[in-house]
């Protein structure tokens, strides 16, 4: 257990809703872990679209979890609470937390955590959990992609998009995804893409119906929503399944069910933060069974665009919210 000689972190707060300049450099105490938790050092944390959303007030932190922005990092085991199993203190691990990442310290349960795989360093560790974590719970445990399927992720060059093309390439799908430029396409090729495709001078749907002689795709994981729903929708196959984790083009949609009844296809989506420890502990469980491996085999790896000082978090929001990164943005403490 800690000997209390260092009892205050540096952290980054959200002094109040608004723009990156809100994010500001503090002191807090630094917190002990609780039944069933370890408390990290934290080497590294990620940076995510819920990150963006919580400091402009629109996705507060659950009841109970830390205001602290931050849903992943990578550290070292510091300490752990009672009934925590699985760890000993001075492990490196990388781990999904419920908020409180952009901090020195961060408790989190153990059971979310999961080993830095020997393949990665902790900044690379750090951009695992948070994307690693939603598109397993989105594209396998929810909409049952396997092998010898088609997938089409939108927004392939980003976080989630690195992550889901290569998960899904080594699961033994074809992959086919969108992005907004012809240098972000060919990055999601090098990733893994079997067709790219630049969503400003060419139609998904029209592409996907070519490339899959009229039959579409059987999954589709969509952060967009909006318009992109109905033509979604066009371009799933029989039996296909959209997820939607979000909604940048909004949330209101009118749909025709027709198309739905006929192909018989499910429409799906989740939210992971408010979700239980138990639940997230089982995709952790998965994630390290199924996943772990291919990383450590070399065959996936995650897709570092820039690194930032903890106390420049404030520009990691921004670099964020220009949209031009090809990867995960990482805050080094």
């Known amino acids: 257990m800690p000997d209390g000689s260092f009892q205050t972190m540096r952290a980054i707060e959200i002094s109040e809703s608004g723009g990156p300049e809100v994010l500001k450099p503090t002191s807090r105490e630094r917190p002990e872990p609780g039944p069933g938790e370890v408390l990290i050092r934290v080497a590294a ?47 490196p691990v990388c781990a999904l937390v419920n908020g409180g990442g952009y901090a020195e310290f961060c408790a989190v349960p153990a059971d979310q955590c999961l080993p830095v795989p020997q393949a990665l360093n902790m900044v690379e560790a750090a951009a695992l959990p948070e994307t690693f974590f939603t598109v397993w719970n989105n594209v396998f445990m929810r909409a049952g992609l396997t092998r010898g399927e088609s997938f089409l992720i939108h927004g392939g060059s980003g976080g989630i998009g690195s992550a889901a093309i290569q998960i899904a390439k080594a699961v033994g799908a074809t992959v086919f995804t969108t992005a907004s430029t012809d240098e972000k396409c060919a990055a999601c090729k090098q990733l893994g893409a079997d067709r790219a495709i630049n969503y400003r001078t060419e139609d998904f749907v029209e592409i996907v119906k070519k490339e899959t002689p009229n039959r579409g795709v059987d999954v589709i994981l969509d952060m967009v929503g909006g318009d992109y729903v109905r033509r979604n929708i066009k371009a799933l196959a029989v039996e296909g399944r959209l997820v939607q984790i979000a909604f940048d083009k909004g949330p209101q949609v009118d749909v025709n069910l027709m198309p739905i009844m006929l192909k018989r296809l499910t429409l799906t989506g989740s939210t992971l933060r408010p979700r239980s420890p138990q639940f997230k502990a089982e995709i ?35 670099m964020m919210e220009q949209g031009g990164h090809i990867g995960k943005i990482v805050l080094e403490v």
């Open 45 to 91: 944390a990620g940076v995510n679209s819920p990150d963006l959303k919580q400091r402009a007030g629109a996705y507060p932190a659950p009841a109970g979890a830390s205001d602290l922005p931050g849903l992943e990092v990578s550290g070292t085991v510091e300490a752990i609470g009672a009934e925590a199993t699985g760890w000993a203190i001075g492990d």
């Open 284 to 318: 952790a469980r998965q994630l390290r069974g199924r996943v772990w491996p291919e990383i450590e085999a070399g065959h996936i790896k995650p897709i570092i665009h820039a690194v930032f000082p903890l106390d420049k978090a404030a520009d990691a929001h921004r």
